[in-house]
């Protein structure tokens, strides 16, 4: 924060009002199932962006970012166009607010992140709702946690155009310590989960392949299941989404759909019922069995789903090989990012030295790790 404050005086030559904290998540499990109306576990984590900002008293927006080193500037009251950069999330937030209320007041901001870009820990959504938060605070637009993840999450799909669900936006924003959250995204219940971990640690493993969600095929397998949705309409299932299967129908499912539309559907309504699974195992402390869940579901996501990719697999086979580790998953919308590992403490520094130098062995690339903790939403103070 010293580093963040002596940049924020640098840059705009006054002094900072108003102190920002917007964490990343990591999905425990109940991947790529939050746009199919079903259940996710994501919890908030200690990797974050923290800000500074300062109120105008017109309605210019100027942000520099430490780790790109670049300067932005924009005017609240200009028609906000996509440019293809990092602003991008900050206008959409702006652009989604304008119909909550007037925006009228802009500001200075210097942003700094330890937040790897890319890497599936959702630094996008992590922005959006520090960037709701701030510019609804300011300009007087009084606005629910709940209602501050659904306009981000309004902002990615309609103005950054990536179609995604609603799940990183929720959990970021309602986020809380040690904690993980259960999101029911049709009717958007949650419940809040101690995570009672008993000796054992979340090591979250970075592949560093570079990821560009909104280029890679997460539209495309949204399409694929809302084509697997019509079909069955077409045939007189009663659904409204994935979310209305179990898996007892996928065996007459097989016959009706197409073998790519079918191993979608497969994965999701199966994930679902690991997700369901996981909720109780974690709150009756049976780690062993939440991490056995974590191989099924990263099997399924592989095979059925197919956003793994060569990187994610090697991670996830090192980490089993480690003695120790319950279980290892990709998180995150996949093609790249990272994984999740349920590792005892014991064994993280040995889990840390070998799957990061078998992994460079098998890819010649250097993989990240960082040990998880749960921690709260985003938050916004006033100095």
Not at 114 to 131: C, K, M, Q, T, W
Not at 228 to 246: E, F
Request: aromatic share 8%; net charge negative; charged share 30%.
């Amino acid at each position: 924060m010293r580093e963040l404050e002596g940049k924020f005086k640098e840059v705009f030559s006054r002094e900072p009002e108003i102190e920002l904290r917007s964490p990343g998540r990591v999905n425990l499990i109940g991947e790529h199932t939050d746009y199919n109306d079903g259940f996710v576990f994501p919890a908030a984590i200690n990797l974050e962006i923290r800000g500074l900002a300062a109120v105008r008293d017109d309605s210019g927006v100027n942000v520099y970012s430490m780790d790109f080193n670049e300067f932005k500037s924009f005017d609240i009251n200009n028609d906000l166009k996509k440019e293809g950069s990092w602003t991008d999330y900050i206008k959409g937030v702006i652009v989604e607010l304008k119909k909550s209320g007037e925006i009228s007041k802009g500001a200075d901001i210097v942003y700094s992140s330890n937040l790897p870009v890319g890497s599936g820990l959702s630094s996008s959504a992590a922005f959006e709702v520090i960037n709701a938060m701030l510019f609804s605070k300011i300009n007087g637009i009084d606005l629910s946690l709940r209602e501050i993840a659904l306009l981000s999450q309004r902002a990615e799909n309609k103005f950054v155009g990536v179609n995604c669900g609603i799940m990183d936006q929720f959990s970021i924003a309602l986020g809380k310590k040690d904690s993980a959250l259960f999101l029911d995204t049709k009717t958007l219940s949650y419940e809040i989960v101690p995570l009672n971990m008993k000796g054992y640690k979340i090591i979250i493993s970075n592949t560093n392949k570079p990821r560009e969600l909104s280029s890679s095929a997460y539209n495309e397998r949204r399409e694929e299941c809302e084509t697997a949705v019509s079909i069955l309409k077409k045939n007189n299932y009663d659904i409204s989404s994935l979310r209305d299967l179990n898996s007892s129908q996928l065996k007459e499912i097989a016959s009706i759909l197409p073998e790519i539309n079918f191993k979608r559907v497969k994965h999701v309504v199966e994930e679902n019922e690991r997700v369901l699974k996981s909720v109780e195992y974690l709150k009756s402390g049976d780690l062993e069995s939440f991490g056995k869940l974590l191989n099924e579901s990263h099997k399924s996501l592989k095979d059925y789903y197919e956003v793994s990719c060569g990187e994610l697999d090697i991670l996830v086979e090192e980490a089993m090989n480690i003695e120790g580790t319950l279980g290892s998953r990709m998180t995150g919308a996949g093609f790249g990012g990272c994984t999740i590992s349920i590792v005892r403490e014991d064994r993280i520094k040995d889990f840390i030295e070998k799957v990061g130098e078998n992994y460079f062995k098998r890819t010649d690339l250097k993989a990240d790790f960082y040990v998880s903790e749960a921690v709260n939403g985003a938050e916004i103070f006033f100095k």
